[in-house]
């Protein structure tokens, strides 16, 4: 995975949450690149870190998050280092968001074309005029019909699909360079799931911009991204690409977690677990993190593994690859 | 929006017509106003005399009858004590109550708002610690020894400003108002400021809640991540966001600054209708407070017409039906 056309390359990422009851370390040691154009699914449980990945990735990190180490170097520069001014020219132009939540991702008391038009006017210095019409031009891009005359409408006056497509475009406004997507489709109805998903896979193809799907859908990464990295306890445990990672996975929490993917021959079995819960990241025991749930753990576990490759495309934080 | 403007029209008089049956019978059962008007050694037939002159031998419907007959041509009844009509009574002080009483909100505000906003957005800061105690004071000092404490200091030692009146008016309209003048404003800064303290307090504590808990918002990120900068996010967005219990809080308490301004009127000697109506319910002067009364209630009812208004303004999911 290295070559000239890398635009993201993540190395040692650790933000870490400096509570009342301990330090959360949410990220901690996180290695990843992405190449132009690429579409990268981050899977993994509630709170293995992929969302806190994502916002550190825009440093987005809200008290009492801080960003402790490591960078973020996109496009050649290391964004965490960049002064926040910059930062800002950044976000929303180069580098863009999509939340989870539709219902709650726009500001509910202005129009859904005003929200469109002032990001347009920050980035590019547009008239009011030539935004509106842009912004009438994006809402058409996402599928919205009627586009005109919807830019008039509220936030509530559309549905959770409808809302989504105008995050996306808003999001794509600007042909950014890396779309970080946090549970784009969670929220919806299992129908819009597929349509939202596959017209953002359209844009992002059509403007060469490389994506991060944070997701904890197997089967929606296998659907849409071309490489695939799986974090566990705030860090990555596994990345490869696409086929490598689903047809031979080699930690034993991907294994699991491709297991428990409902299968269409074996009806009527039951779904494979993966037995226990995900530690507290708090005080984080020394060696593997999976190593109490893990079928095949052993002495050599106590040592943290780091990722390192195990075939072309393909690495695993395992000291037991290939012995299951 | 026109059946929503008829309809708080006819709520509104239905209000206004129980405002003046509940003030009515308590002051038909809180006393003789006959005894106040006439001097200890009246004979009874000078009683009965003026009793009949005022109208007062009459059963309470009866007398209740003919004021509301009279109230719905405008007509108040005449001041027992000033012998006239209570209606131009009030009228003529209202400009001065209400003066003050904006003026008072007005400073609130323009204090309150950027305080509770400061306060949410920088918790941890110096002036927010400064804020937030202050607003406790606020809340607690009663207003007439804040009153005081500010004629001491500004009138008495300093010699700023001055402690009592409403200093010179120009007229605007036919109305007296002080603030046009600059006599007249600083007449005006002690007593609006009194006034204006503990509601400054409240729009701070509310103003803060509000924001600390949109800052949390997902949409709050969603526009930090499109570029914007964080002025434009606080100023605008979270903002428009919270505004409607704070239109709601202000629009409550412009009514209530209004109705108990008589304290500040009192320490300050403003020329406003506390004063009259301190008076008036000392002598029983029924048609006086009565007239007063309705007023306050005309008010607040419109302000909370204006209030609603500015809901569906501000907030696009509320309809007005």
């Not at chain 1, 929606?220 to 860090?235: N, P, R, T, W």
């Not at chain 2, 008007?37 to 009965?48: F, G, M, R």
């Not at chain 2, 009574?89 to 400009?95: G, Q, S, T, V, Y």
Request: glycine share 8%; charged share 20%.
């Amino acid at each position: 995975m290295s070559g000239a056309d890398v635009i993201l390359e993540i190395k040692g990422l650790k933000t870490h949450f400096f509570t009342r009851r301990g330090v959360v370390k949410a990220v901690d040691g996180v290695d990843f690149s992405l190449r132009r154009g690429e579409v990268m699914g981050l899977v993994g449980e509630s709170g293995a870190g992929k969302s806190i990945t994502g916002f550190s990735i825009l440093r987005l990190i809200d008290e009492p998050g801080r960003i402790v180490d490591g960078e973020v170097i996109f496009e050649g520069r290391d964004l965490l280092t960049v002064p926040e001014a910059e930062m800002r020219r950044l976000r929303g132009d180069r580098l863009a968001m999509v939340f989870q939540d539709p219902q709650t991702s726009l500001d509910p008391v202005f129009t859904v074309g005003s929200q469109i038009v002032e990001s347009l006017v920050f980035h590019q210095s547009l008239s009011p005029s030539q935004a509106g019409s842009r912004a009438a031009e994006l809402l058409r891009a996402v599928g919205i019909p009627d586009a005109e005359k919807r830019l008039a409408a509220y936030p509530h006056q559309f549905s959770g699909g409808m809302r989504q497509r105008v995050v996306v475009a808003i999001a794509m406004a600007q042909n950014p360079a890396l779309l970080v997507a946090d549970e784009p489709t969670t929220a919806l109805d299992v129908t819009i799931q597929a349509q939202v998903l596959t017209l953002m896979r359209r844009l992002v193809r059509n403007h060469g911009t490389a994506m991060i799907l944070i997701t904890h859908n197997m089967a929606l990464v296998g659907q849409f991204c071309d490489s695939i990295a799986v974090m566990y306890a705030g860090q990555l445990i596994e990345h490869g690409t696409k086929e490598k990672v689903i047809r031979d996975p080699q930690h034993p929490y991907t294994q699991g977690l491709i297991r428990s993917i409902p299968g269409r021959q074996e009806r009527c079995r039951r779904l494979d677990q993966i037995p226990g819960m995900m530690p507290n990241l708090i005080d984080l025991p020394p060696g593997c993190p999976f190593r109490p749930r893990c079928p095949s753990a052993g002495g050599d576990c106590v040592q943290r593994p780091l990722l390192r490759p195990v075939g072309l495309d393909h690495q695993a934080a395992c000291w037991r690859r290939n012995r299951p | 929006m026109f059946a929503f403007i008829l309809r708080r029209i006819y709520q509104s008089v239905l209000v206004l017509f129980c405002v003046s049956l509940v003030v009515f019978a308590i002051l038909y059962l809180s006393g003789d106003p006959i005894q106040m008007l006439l001097p200890a050694d009246a004979s009874q037939e000078q009683i009965d005399e003026m009793r009949r002159h005022l109208g007062l031998d009459e059963p309470f419907w009866a007398q209740y009858l003919s004021f509301l007959r009279n109230a719905l041509q405008g007509d108040m009844g005449r001041s027992f004590t000033f012998n006239q009509p209570a209606v131009k009574l009030i009228l003529e002080r209202a400009p001065a109550t209400l003066e003050l009483a904006v003026s008072a909100m007005i400073l609130a505000i323009l204090l309150g708002i950027p305080a509770g906003l400061f306060a949410a957005v920088k918790p941890k800061s110096w002036l927010t610690q400064i804020i937030m105690s202050g607003s406790l004071f606020g809340i607690s000092l009663p207003v007439f020894w804040m009153g005081i404490m500010l004629i001491m200091v500004f009138s008495v030692f300093l010699g700023w400003l001055p402690s009592s009146g409403r200093g010179q008016t120009a007229s605007f309209g036919g109305i007296q108002l002080g603030f046009l003048t600059w006599d007249g404003c600083k007449h005006l800064l002690m007593p609006a400021f009194t006034l204006a303290i503990h509601q400054v307090a409240m729009i701070v504590r509310l103003v803060r809640a509000g924001m600390m808990e949109v800052m949390l918002q997902d949409y709050i990120k969603f526009l930090r991540a499109k570029g914007l900068s964080e002025r434009r996010v606080v100023l605008v967005h979270a903002l428009k966001n919270i505004m409607i219990p704070v239109v709601t809080i202000i629009g409550l308490q412009t009514g209530y600054t209004i109705a108990f301004a008589i304290v500040t009127e009192s320490i300050f000697a403003w020329p406003g209708m506390g004063k009259l109506v301190i008076d008036a319910i000392h002598s029983l002067d029924r048609p006086v407070i009565l007239a007063y009364l309705l007023v306050v209630a005309l008010m607040f009812v419109f302000i909370n017409f204006m209030v609603d208004l500015t809901y569906s303004f501000l907030d696009p999911r509320i309809r007005l039906k």
